[in-house]
C-alpha cells in the first residue's frame, strides 16, 4: 500500500471526518432499522427469507412496477414542463425570464401534501374544473384519479430540479462554442443536438434523476391521494401499522435504496468518459436572440398555460386559506380574514424554528456537497466514489426510518450540558433535515464542478497557489452559481418536509411549519387556518430563498455571469 | 375522642388537599392524537385552574404515538398518553409502559353502552364516549340524487357504488373498532361479507382515519365511515354534512393514561382528575370538540339534539362488544381487511359492479316475467359469483387461534410459542387466492348479465 502523499493528508483527513459524519448520522441509524429486514422475524436469525418473500409476493411487484411507472412518467411529465421554460429563458431575450425564474421555483417551496390537498379541490373527481365540465359539457376528466393523480402532483412538485439544473447548465455553455458550430455550418436542430443537447447534458441528468429518486421514494403525495400500491407506502404502512411490524416494510426500504442507487450508478455510467468541462468561463450562455412579436406571443402563451398548471396548487391553498367553508362547489361559500387571525395568533414560533432548521440544515449541506464533490473529482483517494454513493444515498431512505432510526440510535446518548437525550434535541432536526436533503445540493455542486476544466486549478497551481488557495480562490468561486442552486433546493425543500421531522419533534415549541401545516390539516375546522399557514410558509421561504441568493449573489458578484435563482450552476 | 380526632385529621385533609392540588407546578408533556381544537381548549382551562403547570402537547398520530413511546422508553420525557382508540393503550399496556392510577372524582358511571369506561386493570381512563356511524354531505347527495342511509346494509345498495369512503382497520384505531363490531354483531361470514359488500362500493380507502371526513366535507366521496365526533364537529365547522349512528354500532371510551416514569406524576393525576370533573366534562361539549361526556349530568348542559348514550339505551347496546374476542385477533383482521380490501379495492369493486349489473338485469327480467327468460341459470351464476366473493381464506376460529396470530405479533414473545409460517408468506397465499376469486366473480356475472 503507498503511502498517501503530502497532498493528500489534507484531502484525507477532511474525508474521514466526512465519512465519520455520514457514517454516524446516516449509516448507523439506517442499519439499526433495516437490520430487522435480515432477520427471521419468527426465530430472529440471520436470513434472506424475506427478500425471497418479497419478491414471491405479487403485492409487492405490483407495488413495484407502479413505483416504476409513476417514477419514469413524473420524469416524463416534469421534463416537458421544464424544458420549454429552460430553453425561452436562455435562449432569447424574453421579458418573461424573471417571471419564469421566479415563479418556476415556487413549487418546490410547498409540502406535497399541502398540494395534493389543493389540487383534490381544484382537479379531483368533484373538484372545481370537473364540477364545471360536468355542468358545460357532461363529463369529467379523472386527472387525479389513481396513478394519474400522483403522476401529476409530483410533476408539478418536482420539475424545478429540472429547470433548475437544465438552465445552469445551458448558462454554462460557452458561448464560442456555439459560434464555432455556426461558423462550421451546423444551425437550428443539428446545432442543438449536436453541441447544446450534449453540452447541457450533466445538468439535465442531474435534474432527471433527482426528480426520479424523489418520486421513486415519495410518500406524502401517494399518502394524500390514498394510492397504496406502491413502493414507498408499503414500506410505511407497514412500518407504522400498530402491532404489526412485520419485516417486510424494512425489506421494501432496502429495495428502495438499493434500486435509488442503482438508478444513481446507471445515470454515472451514461456520463461516464465523456468531458462536459469548458475551459473559459465568461461569454457564458447560449447566444440570446430577440423574437419577432409572433413568436413572442407564442412564447408568452406557452409560459402562461406551464405557470398557471404549476401554480394551481398555490391558487387553491390561496382559495382554501380566505374561503369559509368549501364544499362540492366551485368556490367556497364566503370569503374572510379569519383563518390569517388564527393562525398568526398561534404559529410565529413555528414560522421562526422553520427558518433556523432549513437555513442551518442547507448551509451544512453545500459545505458537505462541495466538500464531497471536490473529494470525487479532484483527487484519487481511495473509496472517494463511495462517499457520494452513500451521501446520495440518503435521497432513497425514506423520511420514516431515518426518524425511527434516530429515535433508536440517540435517543439514550445524552447531550452534556444540557442534559438531554439528543433524540429529543432540536439540533437532531437539523442533522436529519441536512442528511435529508443533502443529495440535492449534492448533485448540483457535482453537476458544477463537472463543468469545471481542471485545467484552471493546474493553471492556478503552476502560478504557484497551494491546493487550498486553489480550493478557495478558483475552484469554490466558479462553483458558486451550482452552490446557490444547491442551498435554494435544499433550503426550500428542507423547510416543508414532513416525515422525517413527524418522528421526531419531541416537544410543541420546537416544530417546524410543515408540522404545524399538518396538524392544522387533522381537524375540520382547521382546514383554513392550515391552508393560511400553508400560504405564509410559500411567501416566507420564497423571500428567504430570494434573500439568500441575492446575497450570496453579491458575495461573487465578480466570479460568475448572471447568476439568478434558476440559473444555478 | 377517637372520633374528634378522626374529624380533625378529615378537616385538616379537606382544608389541604385543595391548596396541595393547586399548589403542583411544573411542565406536563402528552402525547396525544387529538386536533388543537380539542387540545388547546382542554388545555386553557386545565391551565387557567393550574397557573403553576404549563402542558405541553406533543401531537402525534395514534399509530406514531405508540412507536414514539416504545423507542423512547429507555429514556422516558412523556407524561401522559391521550388518545382515542382503546387497543392503542391495550398495545402499550401490554408492552408495560403505562401506569396504574386510582381515579378520586365521582360520579362516573362503570359503562357506557356495553364497554367498561375505565380498563378493568386500572391502566387508562375513559373521559368521553364514541361511537361510529355514517356521515354524509348534503350537496353531494342532493347533486348526485342519492338516499339518505339507516343503517350499514344501506350502504351496500348499488346505488352507492363509488360514493363511499372508510379508512383501514390497520391505518386507524377507531375503524378497526367499527369493523370488529359488526363482525361481532353481524357474525363472522355476514359480517365480513358485508363489509365486503360496502366494500365494493368504496371511492377509496383513506391512510388516514381523519381522511374520511376529510372528504366528505370537501365532497371527493358522499358518504363516510367515521367515528362519531369527526361527523359533529365537521357539522359545527360549518360543512354541508351530517351524522347518523347506525342500529349496530358500539360506543367504546375515549382514553388517557399516564405513562410509566412519567417525570411529573402529580401534574398528570391532577390532569386526568380535572379532565373527568364536571368542569372538565363540560368542556368536551364545546362546538369544535363534540364528544360525549361519560358523566351523565353533563348532558343537561348538551345541546338539545346531542345524543345521550346513558338516556338513549339503544345507542351502542345492540352488540355487546367483547374486548378480548377482539384483543385475540386483532392483528389477523387488520391483515384480512387489507389483503382482502385495501390492496385489491379495484378488483372488488369491479367484480360488485358486474355482480350489481347483473343483479339489476335479473331484476328486470323478473318484473318482465317472460318464461323463456333465462333467470334461473343467471341466478345461479350470479349467487357463484357473490359466494366466490365472500369467500374467507380462514375460519373465525383460525382467526381466533392463538399460535396463528403470533405470525402476526410484531414481538416475538416467548421461544415457546410455536410460530410457523410468516406475515408475508400467509398474506401472499391469501392474496392470490382472493384475487383469482374476484377475477373470476366479475367473469361469471358478466357471464350472467350476457345471458339477457
Given amino acids: ?569 | 375522642m377517637k372520633k374528634l380526632i378522626i374529624n380533625y385529621t378529615m378537616a385538616l385533609c379537606l382544608a389541604v388537599i385543595p391548596s396541595l392540588a393547586l399548589a403542583i407546578e411544573g411542565k406536563l408533556t402528552i402525547v396525544t392524537s387529538y386536533p388543537p381544537d380539542t387540545t388547546n381548549t382542554v388545555k386553557k382551562v386545565f391551565e387557567a385552574k393550574y397557573p403553576g403547570i404549563q402542558v405541553e402537547m406533543l401531537k402525534k398520530k395514534t399509530t406514531a404515538g405508540i412507536k414514539y413511546l416504545q423507542e423512547t422508553a429507555a429514556n422516558n420525557t412523556s407524561d401522559m398518553f391521550w388518545a382515542s382508540a382503546p387497543d392503542a393503550f391495550e398495545v402499550l399496556k401490554g408492552d408495560n409502559l403505562l401506569q396504574k392510577y386510582e381515579v378520586k372524582v365521582g360520579g362516573i358511571p362503570e359503562k357506557v353502552g356495553a364497554f367498561p369506561i375505565h380498563d378493568p386493570d386500572g391502566y387508562y381512563k375513559g373521559f368521553a364516549a364514541s361511537g361510529y356511524g355514517i356521515m354524509w354531505n348534503t350537496r353531494y347527495m342532493k347533486a348526485k340524487k342519492l338516499p339518505i342511509p339507516k343503517r350499514w346494509a344501506d350502504l351496500a345498495k348499488p346505488v352507492y357504488h363509488g360514493h363511499v369512503g372508510m379508512s383501514a382497520p390497520s391505518r386507524s384505531g377507531t375503524t378497526h373498532l367499527t369493523v370488529e363490531t359488526l363482525l361481532q354483531g353481524e357474525g363472522w361470514e355476514n359480517g365480513w361479507a358485508l363489509w365486503k359488500a360496502i366494500a365494493g362500493n368504496f371511492k377509496t380507502v383513506t391512510e388516514r382515519s381523519f381522511g374520511v371526513p376529510d372528504g366528505v366535507n370537501s365532497g371527493q366521496f358522499g358518504l363516510g365511515v367515521v367515528i362519531d365526533f369527526f361527523g359533529l364537529s365537521s357539522q359545527a365547522s360549518g360543512f354541508p354534512v351530517e351524522f347518523l349512528y347506525p342500529p349496530v354500532t358500539t360506543l367504546v371510551p375515549a382514553n388517557i393514561a399516564i405513562v410509566k416514569g412519567a417525570p411529573n406524576r402529580a401534574a398528570a393525576a391532577a390532569f386526568i382528575e380535572f379532565l373527568l370533573s364536571v368542569e372538565g366534562q363540560e368542556v368536551l361539549l364545546d362546538p369544535k370538540i363534540r364528544r360525549l361526556p361519560v358523566n351523565p349530568d353533563t348532558y343537561a348542559k348538551a345541546p338539545a339534539d346531542f345524543p345521550n348514550p346513558f338516556k338513549d339505551k339503544t345507542l351502542g347496546a345492540a352488540v355487546k362488544f367483547d374486548l378480548m374476542l377482539s384483543k385475540g385477533r386483532y392483528n389477523v383482521i387488520n391483515s384480512m381487511f387489507d389483503v382482502m380490501i385495501t390492496y385489491r379495492l379495484d378488483e372488488l369493486r369491479a367484480a360488485t359492479r358486474a355482480i350489481q349489473k347483473a343483479e339489476e338485469k335479473l331484476q328486470w327480467s323478473l318484473i318482465d316475467g317472460l318464461a323463456s327468460a333465462p333467470n334461473d341459470e343467471a341466478k345461479k351464476l350470479i349467487q357463484e359469483a357473490r359466494a366466490l366473493v365472500d369467500a374467507l381464506p380462514i375460519t373465525e376460529s383460525k382467526a381466533g387461534e392463538k399460535g396463528f396470530n403470533s405470525i402476526f405479533k410484531k414481538k416475538r414473545k416467548k421461544a415457546t410459542t410455536k410460530v410457523s409460517g410468516r406475515q408475508a408468506e400467509v398474506e401472499q397465499e391469501w392474496d392470490s387466492q382472493v384475487k383469482a376469486n374476484y377475477a373470476q366473480a366479475e367473469k361469471l356475472a358478466g357471464q350472467a348479465a350476457a345471458l339477457f
Avoid at chain 1, 370537473?130 to 410533476?155: A, H, K, Q, R
Avoid at chain 1, 483517494?381 to 435521497?395: C, E, Q, T
Avoid at chain 1, 449534492?442 to 492556478?460: K, P
Fill in chain 1, 1 to 569: 500500500m503507498r503511502s498517501l502523499s503530502r497532498h493528500q493528508i489534507g484531502p484525507a483527513s477532511v474525508a474521514l471526518l466526512l465519512g465519520a459524519f455520514l457514517f454516524v448520522f446516516l449509516i448507523i441509524p439506517v442499519a439499526k432499522v433495516i437490520f430487522v429486514a435480515f432477520q427471521d422475524p419468527n426465530t430472529g436469525a440471520l436470513t434472506l427469507i424475506n427478500f425471497s418473500d418479497f419478491f414471491l409476493t405479487s403485492l409487492f411487484q405490483e407495488s413495484f412496477v407502479n413505483s416504476l411507472y409513476v417514477a419514469v412518467m413524473s420524469v416524463v411529465f416534469a421534463s416537458v414542463i421544464a424544458l420549454p421554460l429552460a430553453y425561452f429563458t436562455t435562449r432569447f431575450n424574453f421579458s418573461g425570464t424573471l417571471l419564469i425564474q421566479t415563479l418556476g421555483v415556487i413549487p418546490l417551496i410547498m409540502p406535497p401534501f399541502v398540494g395534493a390537498v389543493a389540487m383534490l379541490l381544484l382537479f379531483g373527481e368533484n373538484g372545481s374544473i370537473n364540477l364545471l365540465f360536468d355542468e358545460w359539457f357532461g363529463f369529467t376528466i379523472p386527472f387525479m384519479e389513481g396513478l394519474n393523480g400522483v403522476i401529476m402532483v409530483e410533476s408539478i412538485h418536482y420539475f424545478p430540479f429540472i429547470l433548475i439544473n437544465l438552465s445552469a447548465a445551458l448558462n454554462n455553455i460557452d458561448r464560442s462554442m456555439e459560434e464555432s458550430a455556426q461558423n462550421l455550418g451546423a444551425n437550428g436542430i443539428r446545432l442543438f443536438r449536436r453541441i447544446v443537447f450534449p453540452l447541457a447534458m450533466p445538468g439535465y441528468v442531474a435534474g432527471a434523476s433527482l426528480v426520479f429518486l424523489k418520486v421513486f421514494d415519495d410518500l406524502g403525495t401517494p399518502l394524500l391521494l390514498n394510492v397504496n400500491k406502491m413502493l414507498a407506502p408499503q414500506a410505511y404502512l407497514r412500518i407504522t401499522s400498530i402491532g404489526i411490524s412485520d419485516p417486510m416494510g424494512y425489506v421494501i426500504s432496502v429495495i428502495l435504496v438499493v434500486f435509488s442507487l442503482l438508478s444513481l450508478w446507471t445515470s454515472f455510467l451514461a456520463l461516464r468518459g465523456k468531458d462536459y468541462s469548458t475551459v473559459q468561463k465568461g461569454g457564458g450562455g447560449l447566444m440570446k436572440r430577440d423574437l419577432n412579436p409572433l413568436e413572442k406571443a407564442g412564447c408568452y402563451a406557452v409560459v402562461i398555460l406551464i405557470l398557471l398548471m404549476v401554480l394551481s396548487p398555490h391558487f387553491g391553498l390561496a382559495i382554501l386559506s380566505f374561503g369559509t367553508v368549501w364544499s362540492y362547489s366551485v368556490l367556497p361559500d364566503a370569503y374572510t380574514f379569519q383563518h390569517y387571525l388564527q393562525m398568526f395568533s398561534s404559529s410565529t414560533q413555528l414560522i421562526s424554528n422553520t427558518l433556523l432548521y432549513a437555513g442551518l440544515a442547507a448551509t451544512i449541506d453545500v459545505v458537505l456537497g462541495t466538500v464531497i464533490a471536490y473529494l470525487v473529482w479532484r483527487t484519487n483517494l481511495f473509496g472517494r466514489k463511495w462517499l457520494d454513493f452513500v451521501a446520495m444515498g440518503a435521497v432513497a431512505i425514506p423520511g420514516v426510518v431515518l426518524g425511527i432510526g434516530y429515535l433508536r440510535t440517540f435517543h439514550e446518548f445524552n447531550v452534556p450540558i444540557i442534559d438531554k437525550p439528543l433524540a429529543s434535541w432540536w439540533v437532531i432536526i437539523v442533522v436529519a433535515l441536512a442528511i435529508r436533503r443533502l443529495p440535492y445540493a449534492l448533485r448540483a455542486c457535482v453537476a458544477a464542478m463537472q463543468q469545471i476544466s481542471i485545467a484552471l486549478e493546474e493553471a492556478a497551481e503552476n502560478l504557484g497557489a497551494n491546493k487550498r488557495r486553489t480550493v478557495f480562490r478558483i475552484v469554490v468561486p466558479l462553483m458558486s452559481g451550482g452552490i446557490v442552486a444547491g442551498f435554494i433546493t435544499s433550503f426550500a425543500t428542507a423547510s416543508v418536509e414532513l416525515s422525517a421531522t413527524l418522528m421526531l419533534v419531541s416537544t410543541e415549541s420546537d416544530a417546524p411549519l410543515a408540522y404545524g401545516i399538518y396538524e392544522f390539516m387533522q381537524s375540520a375546522s382547521g382546514r383554513g387556518p392550515g391552508a393560511a399557514l400553508g400560504i405564509v410558509a410559500v411567501v416566507i421561504v420564497g423571500a428567504a430563498t430570494y434573500a439568500s441568493h441575492r446575497f450570496i449573489k453579491s458575495k461573487n458578484v465578480e466570479f460568475t455571469t448572471e447568476v439568478t435563482v434558476a440559473t444555478g450552476e
